[in-house]
C-alpha cells in the first residue's frame, strides 16, 4: 500500500529516469531547425568534425544532442521519417547500455539508428544483433541509406558468407547480423590458425533488437561447433537399441500392472497411499501413459497429491526406493532419463560391473603409485585406462539417448520422419527444420529408433553460451517490445536495466479475457466459428498457435468451411515476413505459430479501422506469457484500433502439466458443461501462476547452464588467450624455453634422489624419460655425475636440450622455426583443448549419477574440471616440446590447406538446431584414405583428418 502512495509522490523509478532524459531530448529538439539549414554537404561534414572532437577528447555523452539531431535529419532526407521524440528516448536508452522496451511498431530499427551511429564514431564497430538473416539484411539496407548518407560504412554477416567477406563486413562502421553469426564467428575465430584469417575486431558496442527472444529463449542452449568424433562407431546405436527396447517392453509390461493395480485399489477405496505410491512410480517411469494421464484427468485430486509426494520424497531423498521397481525414469519437464540399478541389470544382462563407468582420477592415481611400473609401462596403462573409460562412458551416453529417444520424443510432434531422415520440428515456431540436427548424439538415437541410416557423430570442438558471449562486449544494449517481466533476469544475468518507453500514440487495443474449454475439440469448434464471424463481417484475424500441427488442424477445419486463409509455414523468414505483412487486410485470416514473423510490421488495410482493426486470437497459451504478450502486440500498433483474446482448453499442455490442483478445484467449483466456456478472473490467475512457474523453471535452466559455463568460461579465457598470444606474431622462445626448464625439473624431481648417491640413481629410467621428453639421448660424463644434485641435474637437462634446441633452430633458420613453434603450440593446444571439452562433457553427464552421492554437482564439476584443467595445461607443455623436439617442418601454405581441411568438417549448432558449413567448402572432399593435403605423406584420416 504504502509503495502505491509513494510512488504517487515520487513517481515510479521508471518514469524518474525518463524525465532525467527530458532535457537532452529537449536540447536535440533545439537543434533541428539549425540541422534542417544545412545542405547535404554540410550535414554530411558533420560526422568527421564528431570524429576529430573525439579525438580531442570528447566523449559520446557530450556529442549526443547534436548527433542525434544529425541523425533526425538524415533520416528525414533519406527515409522521410523523423524520429519521434519517444524514439529519441528510446536511443539515449540505448546508448546507456540498458535496454529500452518499445511496443511493437513503435519504431526500434529506426531508434538504434542514433546510438548506432553515435558509437560507430569511435571507429571502434557497432553490432546490431537481429533474430534472422532476413531482418539484419533488411535492416541494413534500410537503416543504411541514414549511415551512408552520413559517410558511414554498413554490412550485414549473414550465413554463406566467406573468411574474406566476413572480415569486410566486420571492418565497416556498422555491422547487422544474427546472434548466431556473431557467436560462432567468435569460437571460429579462436580456432584459426593466422591472424591475418581472424574476422572479428573487438567486441565493443552490440544492441540486440528483440533482446527478450536472444538474451532470454535462446540463451537456454549454447552454441556449439563440432567436428567428427574419430572413435565413435554409429553402429554403437545400433547394439544398444535392442537392449532399450527389451527396456521398454519390460517397463511396460510393469506399468501396465502397476496401473491395473492402482485402478483396483481405487475400486476397492480405503488403500489410497498405496494407490498413490503406485500413481508415482507410473508417473515417473512412464509420464506420458495415455491411461494414467486418463486416469488423473479424472480425478482431480490426484494431481496435486502427487507432486506433494514426489516433492517430499525427493526432499528426504527417498526416491530411489519409489524408482527401485522401475527399470528407468523419466523426467519430462528437465527432459531427464535415468536407469535404475534394476534396468542397469536387465541392459547388461547382469555385468552391471562392466558397464559402470570407472572413476578415472582413482584408475590414474592407482597406476601412478603403483612402484612396479616402468614409466613406459605406466603410461600404456594409463592410455589403456582412458580408453576404458572413454568407451564406457560412450556406451552409457548412448544408452540414456536412446531411452530419452523413445520415452521422450514422439514422431510427428518433435519431429517427423521424412525421405528416410528425421526432421526436427521447432518448438517455438513448429516448422520443420531440415538439416538441423539435435546435438550431443539424440538425434542418432532417434535415427536409430526410427530405422533411418545413423550419421556420423560429431563432438564438441568450441562452444559458448549467448550470456557469456554478450557479456564480452564493452557495452550491451538491447530492445524490445516485452522486456519488463524478465527485468530481473536481464539485471542478474546481462547487469541490464530496463526502461519502459511510452508509445508514441496512446494504445488502444482491447484485450479480452481468456475463455476455457473442457477438450480440445470443443475449444478448435468454437475457434472456427468465431474465425467465420469474423471473417464474414471482414475483419481480419490472426491467428496465433503453438505448434506447426496445430496450425494445420486448425488450417482443415477451416477449409471444410470454406473460409479462405493463409497459413504461415513458409521455410523462410523472407515469405514469412511478406504474408505476415499482409495480415492487417480487409478480410484476411492469417495462422501463424506465436513466434513467426516476428520484426515484420502489420500495417492496417483499407476500412480495416472502421471494423475493430486487426483482432488476435490466440488458439493456446504459450508456456511464456511473454510470447503471448508478443502475440497480442502485432495488433494496436501506433495508435491503431484492434482487440485480442485467447481461447483454451483444460487439455493443452500448460494447464496439463503446470496447472496444478488449483486449476482443476476453480473449474469443478464453476460446474464445468460439454461445450460452455467459462470466463473467469481466477482461471486467469491460475494460467498466469502456471506461466510464472515454468517460466522460473526455465530461469532455473539458464542459470544453472550459466553455472556450468562459467567453469567452461575461464578455461576458456586461458585457452583462447593462449592462442591469441601465439598468433599475435611475438616470439614463442621465451615460453619455449620455460617449458624446457619446467620439463627438465619435473625429471630431476623424478630421478634425482639426494639420499643416494648419484651413482645409485636409475639412470636408465632417467634416460629413457628424457629421450620419450625431448627425443634425444641424454648423456653426462662421470665426471658431471660425481656429487651432482638434484638441481645440478635439472640444468645439466635443460643446458642439454636448449643447445638441442638452438640447433633445431639453426638448421631451419629462426624465422622459420618461429613459425614451427607456433603452429606447433597451436596444434597442441587444440588438440589437447578438444579431448578437454570432450571430458568436460561426460563429467558433467556423469555428475548427475553421483547425485545419490550427496554431493553438490556443482562443486564436483568446479573440482574435476579443475584438475582436468590443470593436467591438460601441463601435457601441452609436455607435448608441445615432444613435438618441437622431432617434428619436421610444414610450409604455410601447408597451414592453411590444413585450416581448410579442418573448417570443412565443422558443424554449427544451437541448442536442437544443428547447420553444417556456414563457410563455403573452397576445397574439394578429401576421402579418409587419400593423402592427406597438407603434405605429410600420411594418410588424411591419419593425420589432419583426426
Ligand atoms: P518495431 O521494431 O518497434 O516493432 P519497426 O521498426 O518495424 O517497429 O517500425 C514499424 C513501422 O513504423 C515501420 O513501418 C516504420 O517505417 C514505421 N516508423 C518507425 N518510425 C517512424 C517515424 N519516426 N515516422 C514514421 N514512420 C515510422
Ligand atoms: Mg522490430
Given at each position: 500500500m504504502i509503495s502505491g502512495v509513494l510512488k504517487k509522490v515520487f513517481g515510479s523509478k521508471n518514469e524518474r529516469e525518463l524525465k532525467r532524459l527530458t532535457p537532452i531530448v529537449q536540447q536535440i529538439n533545439a537543434l533541428e531547425q539549425e540541422t534542417q539549414a544545412l545542405s547535404d554537404d554540410q550535414l554530411r561534414a558533420k560526422t568527421k568534425t564528431f570524429k576529430e572532437r573525439i579525438d580531442q577528447g570528447a566523449s559520446l555523452d557530450e556529442l549526443l544532442p547534436e548527433a542525434y539531431a544529425v541523425v533526425r535529419e538524415a533520416s528525414v532526407r533519406t527515409l522521410k521519417m523523423r524520429h519521434f521524440d519517444v524514439q529519441l528516448i528510446g536511443g539515449i536508452v540505448l546508448h546507456q547500455g540498458k535496454i529500452a522496451e518499445m511496443k511493437t511498431g513503435e519504431g526500434k530499427t529506426l531508434a538504434a539508428t542514433l546510438p548506432a551511429y553515435l558509437n560507430a564514431l569511435t571507429g571502434r564497430g557497432v553490432h546490431v544483433v537481429t533474430v534472422n538473416d532476413y531482418l539484419a539484411g533488411r535492416d541494413t539496407e534500410w537503416m543504411g541509406s541514414i549511415y551512408r548518407f552520413l559517410g558511414l560504412s554498413v554490412a550485414t554477416v549473414v550465413h554463406g558468407l566467406d573468411d574474406s567477406q566476413r572480415q569486410e563486413a566486420y571492418n565497416a562502421d556498422i555491422t547487422y547480423g544474427t546472434n548466431n553469426e556473431f557467436g560462432f564467428d567468435y569460437l571460429r575465430d579462436n580456432m584459426?590458425?593466422?591472424?591475418?584469417?581472424?574476422?572479428?575486431?573487438?567486441?565493443h558496442y552490440a544492441i540486440v533488437d528483440e533482446v527478450d527472444s536472444i538474451l532470454i529463449d535462446e540463451a537456454r542452449t549454447p552454441l556449439i561447433i563440432s567436428g567428427p568424433v574419430?572413435?565413435?562407431?554409429?553402429k554403437i546405436y545400433e547394439e544398444v537399441k535392442p537392449q532399450v527396447i527389451k527396456l521398454k517392453q519390460h517397463q511396460d509390461r510393469i506399468i501396465r500392472s502397476m496401473l491395473d493395480n492402482a485402478v483396483k485399489g481405487l475400486e476397492e477405496e480405503g488403500d489410497t497411499d498405496g494407490v498413490l505410491e503406485l500413481l508415482l512410480k507410473v508417473k515417473r517411469g512412464d509420464p506420458k501413459n495415455a491411461r494414467f494421464l486418463d486416469l488423473i484427468a479424472k480425478e482431480t485430486g490426484f494431481k496435486k497429491q502427487l507432486d506433494k509426494l514426489e516433492g517430499q520424497l525427493s526432499t528426504d531423498k527417498l526416491l530411489p526406493q519409489i524408482d527401485q521397481d522401475l527399470l528407468c525414469t523419466v523426467d519430462e519437464n528437465q527432459n531427464l532419463v535415468e536407469l535404475t540399478e534394476k534396468g542397469l541389470k536387465l541392459i547388461y544382462g547382469g555385468h552391471v560391473d562392466d558397464y559402470i563407468v570407472p572413476d578415472l582420477d582413482e584408475e590414474l592415481q592407482k597406476i601412478d603409485e603403483n612402484?612396479?611400473?616402468?614409466s613406459m609401462e605406466k603410461r600404456t596403462q594409463r592410455r589403456m585406462a582412458e580408453a576404458f573409460y572413454r568407451e564406457a562412458s560412450e556406451r552409457f551416453h548412448v544408452t540414456r539417448q536412446l531411452i530419452k529417444a523413445y520415452w521422450l520424443f514422439d514422431r510427428d510432434v518433435q519431429y517427423v520422419v521424412k525421405d528416410g531422415q528425421v526432421v526436427i520440428v521447432d518448438e517455438?515456431?513448429?516448422r520443420m527444420m531440415p538439416g538441423r540436427r539435435w546435438s550431443d548424439g539424440l538425434h542418432q538415437a532417434v535415427e536409430a529408433k526410427e530405422g533411418v541410416t545413423v550419421a556420423e557423430e560429431n563432438q564438441t570442438l568450441a562452444t559458448i553460451t549467448f550470456q557469456n558471449y554478450f557479456r564480452m562486449y564493452d557495452k550491451l544494449a538491447g530492445m524490445t517490445g516485452t522486456a519488463d517481466t524478465e527485468a530481473p533476469e536481464f539485471k542478474k544475468i546481462y547487469d541490464l536495466d530496463v526502461i519502459a518507453i511510452p508509445t508514441n500514440e496512446q494504445m488502444i487495443r482491447i484485450d479480452y479475457p481468456d475463455v476455457i474449454y473442457k477438450t480440445e475439440v470443443e475449444k478448435f469448434k468454437a475457434v472456427v466459428e468465431e474465425i467465420e464471424e469474423l471473417h464474414k463481417n471482414g475483419q481480419p484475424v490472426l491467428v496465433g498457435t503453438i505448434s506447426i500441427e496445430k496450425s494445420e488442424k486448425l488450417s482443415r477445419m477451416l477449409s471444410k468451411t470454406r473460409t479462405n486463409h493463409e497459413v504461415l509455414?513458409?521455410?523462410n523468414h523472407e515469405r514469412e515476413a511478406e504474408i505476415v505483412a499482409m495480415?492487417?487486410?480487409?478480410g484476411n485470416v492469417t495462422i501463424s505459430?506465436?513466434?513467426?514473423?516476428?520484426g515484420t510490421d502489420i500495417v492496417l488495410g483499407e476500412g480495416v479501422k472502421e471494423l475493430g482493426g486487426l483482432h488476435i486470437l490466440g488458439t493456446e497459451r504459450h508456456e511464456s506469457r511473454r510470447i503471448d504478450d508478443q502475440l497480442r502486440g502485432?495488433?494496436?500498433?501506433?495508435?491503431d484500433e484492434g482487440s485480442s483474446r485467447f481461447y483454451l482448453s483444460m487439455e493443452d499442455d500448460l494447464l496439463r502439466i503446470f496447472g496444478g490442483e488449483r486449476m482443476g478445484s476453480i473449474m469443478a467449483r464453476l460446474g464445468m458443461e460439454e461445450g460452455e466456456p467459462i470466463e473467469h478472473g481466477m482461471i486467469s490467475k491460475a494460467i498466469e501462476n502456471a506461466q510464472r512457474k515454468v517460466e522460473g523453471h526455465n530461469f532455473e535452466i539458464r542459470k544453472q547452464l550459466l553455472k556450468y559455463d562459467d567453469v567452461m568460461n575461464q578455461q576458456r579465457e586461458v585457452i583462447y588467450k593462449q592462442r591469441r598470444e601465439a598468433l599475435s606474431?611475438?616470439?614463442l622462445k621465451p615460453d619455449i624455453e620455460e617449458m624446457i626448464r619446467e620439463l627438465s625439473e619435473t625429471i630431476a624431481d623424478r630421478?634425482?634422489?639426494?639420499?643416494?648417491?648419484?651413482?645409485?640413481?636409475d639412470w636408465k629410467g632417467l634416460r629413457e624419460a628424457a629421450s620419450f621428453q625431448f627425443g634425444f639421448h641424454f648423456k653426462i660424463d662421470r665426471a658431471t655425475m660425481d656429487g651432482l644434485t638434484r638441481d645440478g641435474l635439472a640444468e645439466s637437462i635443460f643446458e642439454f636440450a636448449v643447445k638441442v634446441y638452438e640447433e633445431k633452430e639453426a638448421s631451419f633458420g629462426a624465422e622459420e622455426f618461429r613459425g614451427l613453434e607456433r603452429m606447433i603450440v597451436l596444434q597442441v593446444v587444440d588438440n589437447l583443448w578438444k579431448e578437454n571439452l570432450l571430458a568436460m562433457d561426460h563429467l558433467k553427464e556423469g555428475i548427475g549419477l553421483r547425485g545419490y552421492a550427496q554431493q553438490d554437482p556443482l562443486v564436483v564439476y568446479k573440482r574435476e574440471g579443475f584438475a582436468m584443467f590443470t593436467e591438460m595445461v601441463e601435457r601441452i607443455k609436455e607435448e608441445t616440446v615432444k613435438f618441437l623436439f622431432r617434428v619436421q617442418i610444414a610450409r604455410p601454405e601447408e597451414i592453411a590447406a590444413r585450416e581448410k581441411a579442418e573448417q570443412d568438417k565443422l558443424v554449427f549448432s544451437h541448442g536442437g538446431e544443428e547447420a553444417k558449413?556456414?563457410?563455403?567448402?573452397?576445397?574439394k572432399k578429401v576421402g579418409r584414405?587419400?593423402?592427406?593435403?597438407?603434405?605429410?605423406?600420411?594418410k588424411y584420416k591419419k593425420c589432419c583428418g583426426k
Amino acid at each position: 500500500m504504502i509503495s502505491g502512495v509513494l510512488k504517487k509522490v515520487f513517481g515510479s523509478k521508471n518514469e524518474r529516469e525518463l524525465k532525467r532524459l527530458t532535457p537532452i531530448v529537449q536540447q536535440i529538439n533545439a537543434l533541428e531547425q539549425e540541422t534542417q539549414a544545412l545542405s547535404d554537404d554540410q550535414l554530411r561534414a558533420k560526422t568527421k568534425t564528431f570524429k576529430e572532437r573525439i579525438d580531442q577528447g570528447a566523449s559520446l555523452d557530450e556529442l549526443l544532442p547534436e548527433a542525434y539531431a544529425v541523425v533526425r535529419e538524415a533520416s528525414v532526407r533519406t527515409l522521410k521519417m523523423r524520429h519521434f521524440d519517444v524514439q529519441l528516448i528510446g536511443g539515449i536508452v540505448l546508448h546507456q547500455g540498458k535496454i529500452a522496451e518499445m511496443k511493437t511498431g513503435e519504431g526500434k530499427t529506426l531508434a538504434a539508428t542514433l546510438p548506432a551511429y553515435l558509437n560507430a564514431l569511435t571507429g571502434r564497430g557497432v553490432h546490431v544483433v537481429t533474430v534472422n538473416d532476413y531482418l539484419a539484411g533488411r535492416d541494413t539496407e534500410w537503416m543504411g541509406s541514414i549511415y551512408r548518407f552520413l559517410g558511414l560504412s554498413v554490412a550485414t554477416v549473414v550465413h554463406g558468407l566467406d573468411d574474406s567477406q566476413r572480415q569486410e563486413a566486420y571492418n565497416a562502421d556498422i555491422t547487422y547480423g544474427t546472434n548466431n553469426e556473431f557467436g560462432f564467428d567468435y569460437l571460429r575465430d579462436n580456432m584459426k590458425f593466422g591472424l591475418e584469417s581472424l574476422v572479428q575486431r573487438e567486441l565493443h558496442y552490440a544492441i540486440v533488437d528483440e533482446v527478450d527472444s536472444i538474451l532470454i529463449d535462446e540463451a537456454r542452449t549454447p552454441l556449439i561447433i563440432s567436428g567428427p568424433v574419430e572413435h565413435a562407431g554409429d553402429k554403437i546405436y545400433e547394439e544398444v537399441k535392442p537392449q532399450v527396447i527389451k527396456l521398454k517392453q519390460h517397463q511396460d509390461r510393469i506399468i501396465r500392472s502397476m496401473l491395473d493395480n492402482a485402478v483396483k485399489g481405487l475400486e476397492e477405496e480405503g488403500d489410497t497411499d498405496g494407490v498413490l505410491e503406485l500413481l508415482l512410480k507410473v508417473k515417473r517411469g512412464d509420464p506420458k501413459n495415455a491411461r494414467f494421464l486418463d486416469l488423473i484427468a479424472k480425478e482431480t485430486g490426484f494431481k496435486k497429491q502427487l507432486d506433494k509426494l514426489e516433492g517430499q520424497l525427493s526432499t528426504d531423498k527417498l526416491l530411489p526406493q519409489i524408482d527401485q521397481d522401475l527399470l528407468c525414469t523419466v523426467d519430462e519437464n528437465q527432459n531427464l532419463v535415468e536407469l535404475t540399478e534394476k534396468g542397469l541389470k536387465l541392459i547388461y544382462g547382469g555385468h552391471v560391473d562392466d558397464y559402470i563407468v570407472p572413476d578415472l582420477d582413482e584408475e590414474l592415481q592407482k597406476i601412478d603409485e603403483n612402484d612396479q611400473l616402468t614409466s613406459m609401462e605406466k603410461r600404456t596403462q594409463r592410455r589403456m585406462a582412458e580408453a576404458f573409460y572413454r568407451e564406457a562412458s560412450e556406451r552409457f551416453h548412448v544408452t540414456r539417448q536412446l531411452i530419452k529417444a523413445y520415452w521422450l520424443f514422439d514422431r510427428d510432434v518433435q519431429y517427423v520422419v521424412k525421405d528416410g531422415q528425421v526432421v526436427i520440428v521447432d518448438e517455438f515456431t513448429g516448422r520443420m527444420m531440415p538439416g538441423r540436427r539435435w546435438s550431443d548424439g539424440l538425434h542418432q538415437a532417434v535415427e536409430a529408433k526410427e530405422g533411418v541410416t545413423v550419421a556420423e557423430e560429431n563432438q564438441t570442438l568450441a562452444t559458448i553460451t549467448f550470456q557469456n558471449y554478450f557479456r564480452m562486449y564493452d557495452k550491451l544494449a538491447g530492445m524490445t517490445g516485452t522486456a519488463d517481466t524478465e527485468a530481473p533476469e536481464f539485471k542478474k544475468i546481462y547487469d541490464l536495466d530496463v526502461i519502459a518507453i511510452p508509445t508514441n500514440e496512446q494504445m488502444i487495443r482491447i484485450d479480452y479475457p481468456d475463455v476455457i474449454y473442457k477438450t480440445e475439440v470443443e475449444k478448435f469448434k468454437a475457434v472456427v466459428e468465431e474465425i467465420e464471424e469474423l471473417h464474414k463481417n471482414g475483419q481480419p484475424v490472426l491467428v496465433g498457435t503453438i505448434s506447426i500441427e496445430k496450425s494445420e488442424k486448425l488450417s482443415r477445419m477451416l477449409s471444410k468451411t470454406r473460409t479462405n486463409h493463409e497459413v504461415l509455414n513458409a521455410k523462410n523468414h523472407e515469405r514469412e515476413a511478406e504474408i505476415v505483412a499482409m495480415a492487417g487486410q480487409k478480410g484476411n485470416v492469417t495462422i501463424s505459430t506465436n513466434m513467426a514473423g516476428r520484426g515484420t510490421d502489420i500495417v492496417l488495410g483499407e476500412g480495416v479501422k472502421e471494423l475493430g482493426g486487426l483482432h488476435i486470437l490466440g488458439t493456446e497459451r504459450h508456456e511464456s506469457r511473454r510470447i503471448d504478450d508478443q502475440l497480442r502486440g502485432r495488433s494496436g500498433r501506433q495508435g491503431d484500433e484492434g482487440s485480442s483474446r485467447f481461447y483454451l482448453s483444460m487439455e493443452d499442455d500448460l494447464l496439463r502439466i503446470f496447472g496444478g490442483e488449483r486449476m482443476g478445484s476453480i473449474m469443478a467449483r464453476l460446474g464445468m458443461e460439454e461445450g460452455e466456456p467459462i470466463e473467469h478472473g481466477m482461471i486467469s490467475k491460475a494460467i498466469e501462476n502456471a506461466q510464472r512457474k515454468v517460466e522460473g523453471h526455465n530461469f532455473e535452466i539458464r542459470k544453472q547452464l550459466l553455472k556450468y559455463d562459467d567453469v567452461m568460461n575461464q578455461q576458456r579465457e586461458v585457452i583462447y588467450k593462449q592462442r591469441r598470444e601465439a598468433l599475435s606474431g611475438e616470439s614463442l622462445k621465451p615460453d619455449i624455453e620455460e617449458m624446457i626448464r619446467e620439463l627438465s625439473e619435473t625429471i630431476a624431481d623424478r630421478f634425482a634422489d639426494e639420499k643416494v648417491l648419484p651413482e645409485e640413481w636409475d639412470w636408465k629410467g632417467l634416460r629413457e624419460a628424457a629421450s620419450f621428453q625431448f627425443g634425444f639421448h641424454f648423456k653426462i660424463d662421470r665426471a658431471t655425475m660425481d656429487g651432482l644434485t638434484r638441481d645440478g641435474l635439472a640444468e645439466s637437462i635443460f643446458e642439454f636440450a636448449v643447445k638441442v634446441y638452438e640447433e633445431k633452430e639453426a638448421s631451419f633458420g629462426a624465422e622459420e622455426f618461429r613459425g614451427l613453434e607456433r603452429m606447433i603450440v597451436l596444434q597442441v593446444v587444440d588438440n589437447l583443448w578438444k579431448e578437454n571439452l570432450l571430458a568436460m562433457d561426460h563429467l558433467k553427464e556423469g555428475i548427475g549419477l553421483r547425485g545419490y552421492a550427496q554431493q553438490d554437482p556443482l562443486v564436483v564439476y568446479k573440482r574435476e574440471g579443475f584438475a582436468m584443467f590443470t593436467e591438460m595445461v601441463e601435457r601441452i607443455k609436455e607435448e608441445t616440446v615432444k613435438f618441437l623436439f622431432r617434428v619436421q617442418i610444414a610450409r604455410p601454405e601447408e597451414i592453411a590447406a590444413r585450416e581448410k581441411a579442418e573448417q570443412d568438417k565443422l558443424v554449427f549448432s544451437h541448442g536442437g538446431e544443428e547447420a553444417k558449413q556456414p563457410v563455403r567448402r573452397s576445397t574439394k572432399k578429401v576421402g579418409r584414405n587419400q593423402p592427406c593435403p597438407c603434405g605429410s605423406g600420411k594418410k588424411y584420416k591419419k593425420c589432419c583428418g583426426k
